[in-house]
């Protein structure tokens, strides 16, 4: 105000010689200046006449009211607003003119026109000159305003929007480079908003990468680059691991985790609670800045186990767990002042003990001396430590202490535990030993009982045995008698009336059996497999009344299959059958059912039952012929497995022949020949045949060789008289087989005098094979076109001289001989 008061006179001058002083931009002066920097507008005085007189100078700006800058002499200089401290004279020593200007860090509003006024005071208003005009061109470098983050962290598919703008004189033009290669725009990307916008619609993989702005102009460039980065979810790289400390130790459990971006937070639990929610934990716990949970100090209750969540809000958190195990010397919990020991039963004098590590073992004093259980009969420390008396006497009254110990030592004993013996309460009436009611009816079991002088009336409670809870809407309770109202089946069972004060807690039990019922689930279902066969036994249910009998079906299925079938168990009655026609290597579901007059009963729990494999039948025939000795020879226990319908062996995956058919056993002079017809069904894949037989045993191969396709019969001898033999048929293609029907066969007893008999033809008959054998070996030498017409006939007799040599088996007779030559060609076999 001051410096306006002083200038007040020369505004007045001022403003007349103003209105003359326009003039044009024509002889202008034109300056470009840099933002910020300091231009001078350089402006000499002509004194008129050359003379110096005393002047105003004045510099104004166009479109300001007031000059931005007044001097006169030694007043104070006069500076317009907004450029208060940024005009000033040029020095006097200057190579500027007297009335030049310093204008300093120049803005872009100072951009426009100046007119250096110089007025002389004591000369006429229209002597004065125009003043100078001066254009000042403010540049300014490229700034940014806005510009995307530094790290932008997308999912693949996501859109984004980079946003780069800058502001400078001239206006910046704004670039994108990703990575080091400008951005085409196309595709997923494109370049909006007078380039200031970057715009990625969907991102790739290829999309990923660095992205800079580069915002330019004449007077300079500047860049920006942002990171696209793909987000991840947290992962834990360091799980806390399992810990064992003393109590009073410090845990640290780590939770180390990556992930983008890596503003992870870590989260602890303890069991399912948040650790700081866990009150006992509450001043000892923290969680530090890495993520570490630190437990200072660790008290015994702190065991169990501990999780961390890692989340960065990306993607499901991950957590991890670990233990920490917080060992102490045993300590006694609880030390009861009184216990009691029933008079004559048995009785247990409790220890209270926690230990970490287990407990190892207890000590125990009675009247201050050490109890030595082991060297006192009717004394045992159990394993929790406490002292079991399995009869007690009155010795046995005391004051006891006990003292437990593990790997780490121990806190101490017990205090002094007074022990009382004193008898148990006894029951005064007892429940029948069984209840029979109808279903519907109500029963009323009695029960109560006394204590003895100096105890507690004891308290008496009913209980199913099976622990099953009574239902209370049918029960009726007064004092120790229960009634059970409306009885239905699921009432029956056994029931315990248990009567328990201080001293013992006694039981006694009765059977409630509810009749008129159908019948309860058989139970204890064992089955015995086989191969083709599961063979059933189980024990009776509850039949539903002493007057029913009950009858069972078997219900089945093959594991996984929908459809269950039944079979009746027969004669009646019987609690075990066996189910035929069952797979080999096979699962099956067996139930049972019982079913009385009133009805079918409840289903048995289901037993699941393998039936047994089959060695698989190798495909080469030869080296199964190898195999089937070795591991299935005739004379021991064969391939190991019955039969069925279905065939022999575990059927490996292929097309197989249909079933041989009609399988029938015929006597004939020198034995019996089994005879099958080839099966109606893909007879073509038949590559041999093959005869199982049994007694009572398991089952054995007939043939050593296999029968060949075309062959549909075959001689057996020396079936023992009096037995029954089973016979199956198998045709097997070269990966699978099937089975005919089995069949049975009754050996008449009379055939083992046979077969002595025959065995002693055979030996006078040997002479003459003999012969044979010999005229063959010529023949043979001589004669090798016809050795084909003879092989068989050849092959016979060889097999006669094995058997000769072996001399264990009957030959056979010379004359069925050429009959079996023809008919069963070398099939013959002796069984044992
Ligand atoms: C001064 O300004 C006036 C008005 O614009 C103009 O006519 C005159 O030529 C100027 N004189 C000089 C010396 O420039
Ligand atoms: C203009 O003023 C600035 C700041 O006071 C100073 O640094 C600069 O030297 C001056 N320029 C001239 C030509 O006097
Ligand atoms: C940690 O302890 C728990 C429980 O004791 C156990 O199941 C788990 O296997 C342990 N982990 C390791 C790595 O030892
Ligand atoms: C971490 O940062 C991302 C993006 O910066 C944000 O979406 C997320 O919520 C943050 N997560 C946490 C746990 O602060
Ligand atoms: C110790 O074990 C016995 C038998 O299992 C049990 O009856 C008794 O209550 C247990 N005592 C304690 C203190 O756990
Ligand atoms: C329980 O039943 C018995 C025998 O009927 C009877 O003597 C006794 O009084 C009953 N107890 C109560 C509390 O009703
Ligand atoms: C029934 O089976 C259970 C175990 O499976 C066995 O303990 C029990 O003795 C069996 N009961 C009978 C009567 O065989
Ligand atoms: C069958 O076994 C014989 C003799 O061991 C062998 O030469 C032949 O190659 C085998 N054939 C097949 C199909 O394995
Ligand atoms: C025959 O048995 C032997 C040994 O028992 C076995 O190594 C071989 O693989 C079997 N051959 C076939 C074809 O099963
Ligand atoms: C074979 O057995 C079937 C029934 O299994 C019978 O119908 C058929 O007549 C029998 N054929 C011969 C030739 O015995």
Redesign the pocket.
Known sequence: MGMYAVLHPLFFVIFIAAVYC???PQDAVHITAILGESVVFNCPVDFPADQPVPYVLQWEKKGEEIPIYIWYDSYPTHSGEGYEGRVSRVSQDSPYGLASLNLTNIRESDQGWYECKVVFLNRLPNSH??GTWFHLDVHAPPRFSVTPEDVIYVNLGDAIILNCQAEGTPAPVIQWYKDANPVEPGGTSGIFNDGTELRISNIRHEDIGDYTCIAKNGEGQISHTARVIIAGGAVIMVPPSNKTKLEGEKVQFTCEAKALPGNVTVRWWKETTPVKQVASLETRVTVRRDGSLVINPVAAEDTGQYTCQVSNGIGEPQSASAYLSVEYPAKVTFTPTVQYLPFRLGGVVQCYIKANPPLQYVTWTKDKRLLEPYQTKDIVIMNNGSLLFTRVNQNHQGRYTCTPYNAQGTQGSSGPMEVLVRKPPVFTVEPEPLYQRKVGESVEMHCDAQEAEGTQKPIIQWQRKDGLPLQKARLRVVGGNITIDSLRRTDFGYYHCVASNEVATIVTSTQLVVEGTQPHAPYNLTAVPGDFSVALSWLPGYSGGPDYKQDYTVWFRESGESDWSTIPVTPSGSTQITVHKLNPGTTYEFQVIGKNPLGDGMLSKVLTVRTLELVPKPENSSSSRKNASQSSNMDGPLPVKPTTTEGFYNPPEGPKPGPPRNVTVTEISNGFVITWQAPLEKAHLIQYYEIKYKTDGPWKTLNRGQVRPEDTSYLVKNLVGGRTYHFRVLAYSAKSYESSDEIKFPVPARVKHKAITAGVVGGILFFIVAIILSVCAVKICNKRKRRKQEKEYNMVACRVTDVRNGGQTAPVSQVPLKKVVASYRDYSLELP
Do not use: A, L, R
Request: no cysteine; glycine share 20%; proline share 0%.
């Open positions: 326009w003039s044009g000159k125009n």
